[in-house]
């Protein structure tokens, strides 16, 4: 079997990052798909089903990993996220860059599993700018910006981790400044 001729990107960092903004340029690419995750969370104002998320009650997510339907999921914040498979494997067959924008315990499983793919870690400056800019954003509680802060500490953590002999992330990008940081993500993936 030959290998599949696309390409698979991975894209993790702490919420507020900028791995979002980082993510909604490259999907400007024609040559870019981006996967379209399932979570249980509530939709957030301005979000739309099927769009931004695949919106889907707990019941529905129990029962599409039962499937077997995620390449990876897991669970942030007491919500649950995966990524559904199909698109994926269609994307890569067409010769497609494929962008998944995951957690850290999502992209643990695909390294685990060696699905081959550039792994990029999306970092903040520094804790204090992460929690400025979360609060910033203004669409989390002040409960929930302390919940975001406690876990992108783990995952600033986890992400120096090996994973099944290699680096969890290949490359940490620190977002110092958005435009700059998106140059250099894009100078990795089509150098
Ligand atoms: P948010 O609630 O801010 O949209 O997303 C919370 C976290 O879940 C972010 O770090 C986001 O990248 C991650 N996430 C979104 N979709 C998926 C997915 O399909 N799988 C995993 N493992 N994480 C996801």
Known sequence: ???????????????????????????????????????????????????????????????????????????YNGNLYGTPRWPMDQALARGKTFLLEIEVKGTRQLRERGIPGLYVFIAPPSLAELRSRLEKRGSNDQTEISQRLRIAEDELAAAREIVAGVPMYDITVENRDLAETIRSVEALIWP
């Open 1 to 75: 079997m030959s290998a599949s001729p696309g390409r698979l990107v991975v894209v993790s960092g702490p919420s507020g990052s900028g791995k979002t903004s980082v993510c909604r340029a490259l999907k400007q690419r024609p040559d870019v798909e981006f996967s379209v995750s399932a979570t249980t969370r509530a939709m957030r104002h301005g979000e739309r089903d099927g769009v931004d998320y695949h919106f889907l009650s707990r019941d529905d997510f129990q029962r599409r990993v039962a499937e077997n339907q995620f390449l990876e999921w897991a669970s």
